[in-house]
């Protein structure tokens, strides 16, 4: 680990102009590409104070060993420059994003003699017009086809056609009148291009003025009394708008947009872009990537257009570009655009309308992309065993921790506390073991307090299973209970997480302590910084951001802190609700439900005798005196008053069959 001082730039070396830096590990490799409007003011922002640094900063300054930069005149300059030397480099610790799967496009070849329409997938080439991307190749099929009847364009391959024009026999497409068939010369190169041409044209949006030709040419023929003419153009019509349908509108003013939403946790960032050509939706595509730089909202909207239009030019850059939030040179980034199209491109954040509705469903698509990615993640088996050994490393433990628990502590200001324990074996949620705990010992805040209660009762649970089965032995005045209830907490977890630092993993250690356990290991994972804490130890465990291992140790934290949460709410609404027919012993719901049922309200069973609840069925005469004395000892209700005239309301209404929540 490198001391960033041993490299620091000497002062006055650095140009306070815009430009491109690279910092480099000590085998030369480039590990970061950034830009900057002023170089000496960003290149100072990392060689101060480590502790004052974002984790991943502090890394990445840890890990180089020297840094160089160039000089730009231009912030488009720099950023064209940075894009190019991130693509170069690869660098580790910039943000790469990757397709979450290889979307296919529709392609049309105009490099060569006769233009081909085909299915393409993988990086673009030059001299090829791409429509797209589709979700699915079957889409652009269904879409090829419909369009080959009226622009009947060669489809086959190079070896299909060279195969054909031997023969002097056109392929079956060229029989059907779906491909204008020119292997065997029924068109010249020219009018195939032309097909082609209009083909590109009708994909790219420009639909109204060809149907508009077409329904012409249809009353034309029709009037000629070609009949056959009008019918074949009347059918070329229709497949073109059964073409056009498969693509929703979404704006009625033909808008060419791009729309690019994110969704993000701490640790990965999932892009959504909807390609909208025409007022429709052409196009879609998504990119899933590790967080491995500190970097906000806009950074990441930055590195994804630089992604999405680094090697675009023309009409492949659209007009508009919607996005959440602006990058912080977004002037220069919407000329760098500019430039790539040829003419002005507008980058904002949509306010209101329909643009602001679709944007929302294309942050709905990406929040749905990033949480498919990590349940494929979480279910891969290969996967959660590197999780699990790179665990095991890390914490210095002699095996894989194939069985974890997890401990979170949940109150309101120091009401209703709570505790969970949620378990993963092998790497994967186990809810039926899932265990939750009222803290009992004290009442308030405490926190440490609270995780050791929690954990000694979880392991004292454990202790007395032990006893049982005569695996431990007992101390002096302890016996084994035998209660019936199933063995809950019969397995031991070879690893327990605790959600908080030093304090919370100190007190579970001393929990295990006092009950002489000594075969568990303990670790805490700080939420702030997504640290692990190991006990006795002055400083935490760094694992990376890309670590499998610190992804598991995250999802085993946050759903004990949903379980932890649920619990504590359930809990505050139940006693909310209370009434004072709770507190009566040996009352359950049903019967409260039929007191409440039979006299109408809590205030008429307040007033009643004894004997008059003696006759609600399955009221005894014990319970009854126990419901009329915990009725004599609530404070009633205020009466009710119409506020418009300000009359008592008396309560003579009777309550619904299900009223229990009357309760007062």
């Known amino acids: 680990m490198a001391d960033p001082s041993s490299y620091r730039p000497k002062p006055g070396q650095v140009p306070d102009s815009p430009g491109v830096y690279r910092f480099r590990d000590e085998h030369r490799r480039v590990i970061y590409v950034g830009k900057a409007k002023s170089l000496r003011q960003r290149l100072a922002s990392y060689f101060q104070d480590i502790a004052g640094l974002h984790p991943r900063t502090a890394t990445m300054v840890t890990t180089a060993a020297s840094v160089e930069w160039t000089v730009v005149s231009t912030e488009v300059e720099a950023l064209q420059l940075e894009y190019s030397w991130i693509k170069e480099f690869d660098p580790r610790f910039n943000v790469k994003y990757r397709d979450d799967k290889s979307y296919p496009s529709l392609a049309v070849t105009m490099d060569e003699e006769f233009p081909r329409v085909q299915v393409m997938r993988g990086p673009k080439k030059r001299g090829v017009r791409y429509f797209g991307p589709y979700g699915h190749a079957w889409a652009i099929r269904e879409t090829v086809d419909l369009m080959l009847r009226v622009f009947p364009v060669r489809t086959c391959s190079a070896g299909v056609f060279k195969r054909s024009a031997q023969i002097g026999r056109p392929c079956l497409l060229g029989y059907i009148g779906k491909c204008s068939a020119p292997c065997v010369g029924r068109v010249t190169p020219e009018e195939h291009r ?210 974890i628990e997890c401990f979170d502590i949940s109150h309101l200001q120091g009401d209703d506390v709570v505790a969970s324990m949620v378990v993963f074996e092998d790497g994967l949620a186990r809810k039926s073991e899932y265990r939750r705990f009222q803290i009992k010992s004290f009442e308030g805040q405490d926190d440490v307090r609270s995780m050791h209660e929690v954990v000694s009762r979880r392991f004292r649970r454990y202790l007395q299973e032990k006893l049982k089965t005569g695996e431990w032995e007992a101390q002096e005045g302890e016996e084994p209970e035998d209660d019936g209830r199933p063995k809950r907490f019969a397995y031991p977890p070879q690893l327990v997480v605790v959600d908080g630092g030093q304090p919370q993993v100190a007190a579970a250690k001393r929990a295990l302590e006092e009950l002489g356990v000594d075969d568990v290991a303990v670790c805490g994972l700080a939420k702030r910084l997504e640290e692990v804490w190991l006990p006795g130890e002055d400083d935490p465990v760094v694992l990376p951001r890309t670590s499998e291992g610190l992804y598991l140790l995250q999802r085993v934290r946050d759903e004990a802190h949903r379980f932890a949460i649920q619990y504590q709410r359930n809990k505050r609404g139940k006693r909310l609700k209370a009434g004072p027919l709770d507190e009566v012993p040996g009352l359950g719901e049903s019967r409260r439900l039929a007191l409440v049922k039979h006299f109408g309200s809590v205030k008429k069973l307040r007033q009643a005798t004894i004997d008059q609840i003696c006759e609600v069925p399955g009221i005894g005469r014990k319970t009854a005196e126990a419901v009329a004395a915990a009725l004599a000892g609530a404070v009633p209700a205020g009466p009710a008053v119409n506020t418009a005239t300000g009359e008592i309301i008396e309560d003579e209404n009777p309550a619904p069959a299900g009223g229990a929540g009357s309760q007062r």
């Open 194 to 403: 032309e097909l082609a041409e209009d083909f590109c044209d009708f994909m790219a949006g420009r639909t109204g003025t060809y149907l508009s030709r077409l329904e012409k040419q249809m009353h034309e023929a029709a009037e000629e009394m070609e009949y056959e003419k009008a019918a074949r153009l009347r059918d070329d019509i229709g497949a073109l708008r059964r073409a056009m349908e498969k693509n929703a509108v979404v704006f009625t003013d033909a808008t060419d947009a791009d729309l690019v939403a994110v969704a993000e946790d701490e640790l990965e960032a999932a892009v959504q872009i909807f390609h909208v050509r025409g007022g429709r939706v052409r196009g879609q595509r998504g990119w899933v990537t590790d967080k491995v730089e500190a970097v906000d909202t806009a950074g990441l909207v930055e590195h994804a257009l630089q992604q999405l239009y680094g090697e675009e030019t023309g009409e492949s850059v659209p007009k508009e570009v919607l996005v959440p939030a602006l990058p912080e040179d977004a002037p220069a980034l919407s000329q760098w655009l500019a430039e790539r199209r040829g003419s002005a491109v507008s980058l904002r954040i949509p306010q209101r309308g329909d643009k602001k509705a679709l944007m929302e469903t294309v942050h709905r698509n990406a929040q749905q992309s990033l949480a498919l990615h990590k349940t494929k993640r979480a279910s891969d088996l290969t996967t959660r065993s590197r999780a699990l050994e790179e665990i095991a490393e890390a914490l210095e433990l002699d095996s894989a921790p194939l069985r």
